[in-house]
């Protein structure tokens, strides 16, 4: 079973690749950042509690994001495998989705590392447009849709840039991994699960390193 996490920086690409690679195997992509801005979408007391954390790009508190990660963990398409995007994100969150899958009898199978520079990142995230109906990522210069200011996915032109998409924000972003996020890979390493991959390049290319990775 591939249960998978996709780990690295703000705008290395997770979400992106976790798209393709979740489209060939046929296992949902679990992105809490997606699953929170729905809350927020939908006005729920959840959304209201993370929306301060959120825009200010800090990380939204534990507790929050693991009892939503152990809800959708349990529904029906998650069952044969999935590839986590954005969590765990800190040491707590890493050991409760292990005692949370310890529960279930699972297990994490592999730890993807995408390695990008924090000089490349600034420039990745400053020029992200998301579309608001599908999720899809763009990139203004390096993957722009087909025709400006329309979602190549499902057609919609709703896409924006996201309020924590700003120059001053990934700096807080970048911080908040340097200090919380990034030590969950040590956490991992004893294991021999994890893999890190060089997530410079073009989309595809980047794509067949990590397949390559999820192969040996
Ligand atoms: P992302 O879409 O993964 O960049 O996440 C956007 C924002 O959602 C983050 O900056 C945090 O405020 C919040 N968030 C997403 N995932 C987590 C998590 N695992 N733990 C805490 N906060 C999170």
């Not at 030590?183 to 294991?191: L, M, S």
Request: hydrophobic share 40%; with cysteine.
């Amino acid at each position: 079973m591939s249960n998978l996490i996709f780990f690295g920086p703000p705008g290395a690409g997770k979400g992106t690749q976790a798209k393709k690679l979740v489209a060939q195997m046929d296992i949902p992509q679990i992105s809490t950042g997606d699953i929170l801005r729905a809350h927020r979408r939908e006005g729920t007391a959840l959304g209201k509690k993370a929306q301060e954390f959120m825009d200010q790009g800090l990380l939204v508190p534990d507790d929050l994001v693991i009892d939503m990660v152990d809800d959708r963990l349990g529904k029906a398409d998650a069952q044969n495998g999935y590839v986590l995007d954005g969590f765990p994100r800190t040491v707590p969150q890493a050991v409760a989705l292990d005692e949370l899958l310890a529960k279930r009898g699972s297990s994490i199978s592999r730890v993807l590392v995408l390695k990008v520079p924090d000089e490349n990142i600034v420039a990745r995230i400053v020029g992200r447009r998301m579309c608001k109906e599908c999720g899809a990522v763009f990139h203004m210069e390096f993957s722009p849709p087909a025709v400006d200011g329309v979602c190549d996915s499902c057609g919609s032109s709703a896409l924006y840039q996201r309020a924590d998409d700003t120059e001053e924000k990934v700096r807080v972003r970048l911080t908040e991994y340097a200090h919380n996020t990034a030590p969950v890979a040590a956490y991992y390493a004893q294991r021999g699960i994890v893999r890190e991959i060089d997530g410079v390049g073009d989309i595809d290319e980047v794509f067949s390193r990590l397949s390559a990775a999820l192969e040996d």
